[in-house]
Structures are given as structure tokens and as C-alpha cells.
């Protein structure tokens, strides 16, 4: 069954004690059975130069307002057709995901027809009712919930929740423990709008997969979550 894994990273996070070289990308998506992956870390020159020459590999570009209008480099990066969407940390970087700062952001992204890849799960700045103040912004943006709130039951009903509300938003599994979740979103949002992430290295892509794999899900669903989904959203295939 192909595989697209909607949230990894590349690079290294000294800070946090993990890294994923970059000669290591091509190897790593072989040795995990990705056929292909979105990729981003805060270098995205570094990115764009890692992508380039795997097949499968794609880019989010990462946009921290917090260093100034990214506007201008955003069109550019968007220009290569290996970059299908932004990602966004509010928590990591610091800002709150409805402030005017990131508004422009989006209005590029809806022009594009492409995503924002958005870390949902921790307080204070990227809890799900944060994001969802954007989200009701913009309702012709494309927003995915990363974590669909992480490893708290509290955040992870409210992600369901938010996306129960917005047909506009994705939930994306990586770091976020309970199959039993999986299985509720696709039933609640369908699984047209539920799909695999690893946030490998951070975590295991092998032990992210088999948490989706054994959520009790239909072929047909499983095969949208693992990758027709992510397939669809980024891609337009
Ligand atoms: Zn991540």
C-alpha cells in the first residue's frame, strides 16, 4: 500500500537532541516504506536543496512572521513546483496563529490552492480553538491541525471538534497516541480529511504507521489516510 507521509522533518534540531541529515532523506523514506513526503525545517533554502533530487520529496516552506514579512520569499518558494504549502509552528516560534501577521500568509496560500500545515496541541499558542479563530477567518483556506492536538485527550476531541465544525480543515496524525482517535475522526470528518503524518525524526514513521494501521479502519479509508488524502490535498492527484 503506497504511503505519503504529510509531516517530516529534515535537518538538525540541536536544541531537542534530533536530527535527520541531509544525505539521510532518501534513505530514510526507502527504510520506511514512503513512497513520498512533505518536508520542512526553519532552513528552507536547505530544504529546497534536499528535495530536489528525490523523487517523492516535497516542501512546506516555514513561515515564522515573527522575522519580518515572508510574503515576498513565500511567492518565490511557491514558484517551485516541489513546494505544496506552508508550515506553521505558533508554538516554537511564538506568535499567536490568528494574529494579523499571519493573515497575509494565507491569502497566498488561497491563491495558490495549497495548505497550511499548522503544530496543534500544546497552550499556549497553538491549542485547537486558537487555530480555529483562523480557521473562521479564512474559510476558503486550507488548514491542517499537525498532531490533531498532540498527546492530550482534551486537544485531541477539540481538534475532531474543530474540523467537525469547518470542512475546510485536515487532521494530521503524527504524535497524537490513540488509534481509537483515528478511527473517531474519519467517522465524524471522513477520511477524505484525515491523513498520515510520522514527524519523523521526532518520531518513528514505522510506529506512526502501524498506529494508523491499526485503528480498525476500512481498506478503502486506511488507503485515503495513508495517502490518497495527503495525496489530494497537496498534490491535486
Ligand atoms: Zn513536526
Redesign the pocket.
Known amino acids: 500500500m503506497p504511503i505519503t507521509d504529510a ?1 517530516m ?1 529534515v535537518g538538525d534540531f540541536p536544541t531537542f537532541g534530533v536530527r535527520l541529515d541531509e544525505d539521510r532523506l532518501a534513505p530514510y523514506l526507502a527504510e520506511n516504506g514512503i513512497d513520498a513526503a512533505m518536508v520542512f525545517h526553519q532552513d528552507n533554502a536547505m530544504v529546497r536543496r534536499v528535495i530536489q533530487d528525490i523523487p517523492g520529496a516535497y516542501g512546506l516552506y516555514w513561515a515564522n512572521p515573527k522575522l519580518g514579512d515572508p510574503v515576498p520569499e513565500l511567492r518565490e518558494y511557491l514558484e517551485d513546483p516541489k513546494f505544496r504549502g506552508v508550515k506553521l509552528h505558533p508554538l516554537m516560534d511564538g506568535f499567536h496563529p490568528d494574529d494579523p501577521m499571519v493573515w497575509p500568509i494565507i491569502e497566498v496560500l488561497i491563491e495558490h490552492d495549497l495548505p497550511a500545515l499548522i ?1 496543534c496541541g500544546h497552550p499556549i499558542f497553538s491549542l485547537p480553538w486558537s487555530i480555529e479563530e483562523l480557521i473562521a477567518r479564512y474559510e476558503d483556506a486550507k488548514i491542517i491541525l ?1 498532531h490533531m492536538g498532540h498527546g492530550n485527550v482534551i486537544y485531541i476531541d477539540a481538534s475532531i471538534g474543530v474540523a467537525q465544525r469547518h470542512p475546510n480543515v485536515w487532521l494530521e496524525t ?1 504524535g497524537m497516541p490513540m488509534s481509537v482517535k483515528i478511527l473517531e475522526a474519519v467517522q465524524k470528518v471522513g477520511a477524505d480529511r484525515v491523513m498520515y503524518g510520522s ?1 519523523g525524526p ?1 518520531h518513528e514513521p514505522r510506529v506512526e504507521q502501524l498506529k494508523v494501521q491499526l485503528a480498525g479502519l476500512s481498506p478503502e479509508d486506511l488507503d485515503a489516510v495513508m495517502h490518497g488524502t495527503a495525496q489530494r490535498l497537496f498534490l491535486g492527484v
Request: glycine content about 14%; overall charge negative.
Open positions: 509531516h522533518h503544530h499537525g503524527s514527524d521526532w
